[in-house]
């Protein structure tokens, strides 16, 4: 079964620092997708990206960049220069071809300190 | 656009009691999907639907039931409400493929439920 690893549960840094936040991953499908989702402190869920495994590239967003690995089985989600506003949980996220559960896991709660 | 819509936005039960949580979207979405968010747990699935018709189990569905006789309802049925199931419940939908659910997820706001 597939499982999302989210070790760091709380993260602070001060603006403007860079910080990285951690995703792992199991799977034993050639073919999955990976995402991550931001939760702001008014409770939405919004999307910030999909990779899918035979794209290795790593994106970048603006501030926003990710790391996608399968040597380590690791998708991990930096922020550059952050801000305030990016004070949020942040989610990974795993779903596996033919099988539609999307799974993910617990969380990181960043806190950007002004 | 209304996108995923969830009611209520807030719900209180005492222990026993049973009640639906509705969710509607209108996106023509085939998949559709709950989560119950509970702290440091994360987003666990419940139930998710790839269609009308068909539904099946996620990581937690004990205590919950579901059908989907539209594309657009996928309503969350709790027979007896239990403590435990105190949570914040989201729904969402995608798209999808043959090769499963590659889209992304649009979640409704949430429905904060609470058993006494």
């Known amino acids: 079964a597939q499982k999302v690893t989210q070790a760091q549960t709380e993260i602070s840094v001060v603006e403007k620092e860079d910080v990285t936040l951690d995703c792992v991953y199991e799977t034993r499908d050639t073919t999955y997708y990976l995402f991550w989702y931001k939760q702001p402190p008014s409770g939405e869920l919004v999307f910030l990206i999909r990779?899918?495994?035979?794209?290795?590239q790593n994106e970048i967003s603006g501030r926003y960049s990710w790391n996608f690995q399968k040597s380590t089985s690791s998708f991990n989600f930096t922020i550059t220069a952050s801000q305030v506003v990016d004070s949020a949980v942040y989610f990974c996220?795993?779903?596996?071809?033919?099988?539609?559960?999307?799974?993910f896991g617990k969380g990181t709660r960043l806190h950007i300190l002004p | 656009n209304a996108g995923v819509t969830q009611t209520p936005k807030f719900q209180v039960l005492k222990t026993g009691q049973s009640m639906t949580l509705q969710c509607a979207q209108d996106m023509n979405h085939e998949y559709m999907s709950w989560y119950r968010q509970d702290p440091g747990m994360g987003l666990r699935l419940i139930h998710y639907?790839?269609?009308?018709?068909?539904?099946d189990q996620g990581e937690v569905p004990n205590g919950y039931n579901v059908s989907r006789s539209t594309t657009e309802d996928f309503p969350l049925r709790l027979l007896s409400a239990a403590p435990s199931q105190t949570s914040v419940y989201f729904c969402?939908?995608?798209?999808?493929?043959?090769?499963?659910?590659?889209?992304?997820?649009?979640f409704g706001e949430g429905s904060r439920l609470t058993v006494l």
């Open positions: 639907s790839v269609g009308a018709g068909i539904t």
């Open positions: 990779r899918n495994s035979f794209d290795e």
């Open positions: 996220a795993l779903s596996e071809a033919w099988d539609d559960k999307i799974i």
């Open positions: 969402a939908s995608s798209s999808t493929s043959s090769g499963g659910v590659t889209g992304e997820l649009f």
